[in-house]
Nanobody, 115 residues
Framework: QVQLVESGGGLVQPGGSLRLSCVVSGTIFSRNVMAWYRQTPGNQREWVATITSGGSTVYATAVKGRFTISRDNAENTVYLQMDSLKPEDTAIYYC?????????WGQGTQVTVAS
């Protein structure tokens, strides 16, 4: 059974930083394309960043230059380092795994950026 468990969310002031983690089990993690998405109430889930099995990264325009996605295959973990956070980054952040077309989601972690 595939499981994705996110952690690291919380309340942070504008301009601050947070690092989200997502531990994956039940798959061959190194073969997964991993991504982060986010969602606010009443809106569709929004793609944030992707990292391929080879380590290539792509970012949404809204977070490029502020967020960094990375992975540790030995720890079956994907990270999202979020710097220079803005109130509009407030959302539930979800980890996503794609292995040969099969897709899996975590339960989400809340990030709130407010003073």
């Amino acid at each position: 059974q595939v499981q994705l468990v996110e952690s690291g969310g919380g309340l942070v002031q504008p301009g601050g930083s947070l690092r989200l983690s997502c531990v994956v089990s039940g798959t061959i993690f190194s073969r997964n394309v991993m991504a982060w998405y986010r969602q606010t109430p009443g809106n569709q889930r929004e793609w944030v960043a992707t990292i391929t099995s080879g380590g290539s990264t792509v970012y949404a325009t809204a977070v490029k230059g502020r967020f960094t996605i990375s992975r540790d295959n030995a720890e079956n973990t994907v990270y999202l380092q979020m710097d220079s956070l803005k109130p509009e980054d407030t959302a539930i952040y979800y980890c996503h795994a794609n292995q040969y077309g099969s897709q899996y989601w975590g339960q989400g972690t809340q990030v709130t950026v407010a003073s």
